[in-house]
């Protein structure tokens, strides 16, 4: 006869384990687990949980000795609870959890950003392609894989040697280009504007950019569309905007 008491058995032993393998530095292990093998589970783990961090991380992680980073990685592994089980998706928990908890408050203010602006490389890499082959020959759109991105701080900037002490308005352009390479461009707060315009509104260039100089409510519509166009020939050929024929 099945005892009506395993599920309940099963998954005590299941949050008793879950707890220790998050902390065994302050949690106990459950009776019956040969102490060896579990240090290998321990391990392995954790060692899978940080070595994704640590690869999509480097430029923050230069920021901290390795003590001080294993810190916050311990934090994130033991207090974070993630939405996901997909491992490529661990690095943004990890931004969540800077970004989210009170961790932050004993951080530099700028570290938030920072890993946000690391983990964008990732998901700029991952994005799957879409087709352009219904463009008609005047149409744009964006790149497909393009994200365009406004922070408080230069995180584009920030390194080792230069970690700033007051914020300073920024706005990137980040895409993936034919060859599959992530690339970065900062750009100012109008064409910004513009291309989060094109993402929402791809069509034809001038249609595009009259309606855009209207939503502004430009004083000088014909000024801010000749501006434009030079944008968008410019970004055409950086394939972040794809399409285009005047």
Not at 130 to 137: D, H
Not at 143 to 151: E, F, G, I, T
Not at 175 to 185: G, I, P, Q
Request: with cysteine; glycine share 4%; charged share 25%.
């Amino acid at each position: 006869m099945q005892d009506p008491s395993a599920p309940a058995a099963i998954q005590s032993f299941q949050l008793s384990y879950g707890k220790y393998l998050r902390d065994p530095a302050n949690e106990s292990r459950p009776e019956g687990i040969p102490p060896r093998r579990s240090e290998i589970y321990e391990n392995l783990l954790y060692n899978n949980i940080s070595g994704f961090i640590d690869k999509c991380f480097p430029v923050a992680m230069s920021m901290f000795d390795e003590g001080q980073w294993r810190k916050l990685t311990r934090s994130f592994f033991r207090d974070w609870r993630s939405e996901t089980p997909i491992f490529s998706q661990i690095p943004y928990e990890f931004v969540r959890f800077i970004a989210e908890t009170e961790i932050k408050n004993d951080l530099p203010p700028w570290l938030p950003e920072l890993l946000h602006y690391e983990w964008v490389e990732l998901e700029v890499d991952l994005r799957e392609n879409a087709c352009s082959e219904n463009l008609a020959s005047q149409e744009i759109c964006t790149n497909p894989s393009l994200k365009v991105l406004a922070y408080q701080w230069p995180v584009h900037k920030i390194s080792k040697t230069f970690q700033p002490d007051t914020p300073a308005e920024t706005c990137l352009a980040v895409y993936r280009d034919e060859h599959l390479k992530v690339r970065f461009l900062e750009i100012n707060a109008t064409t910004f504007m513009l291309l989060q315009f094109i993402q929402m509104n791809p069509g034809i260039r001038g249609e595009i950019l009259q309606a855009f100089a209207e939503q502004l409510k430009h004083p000088e519509p014909s000024t801010l569309i000749s501006f434009g166009q030079k944008i968008i020939d410019d970004f055409i050929s950086q394939e972040i905007i794809i399409g285009g024929n005047t």
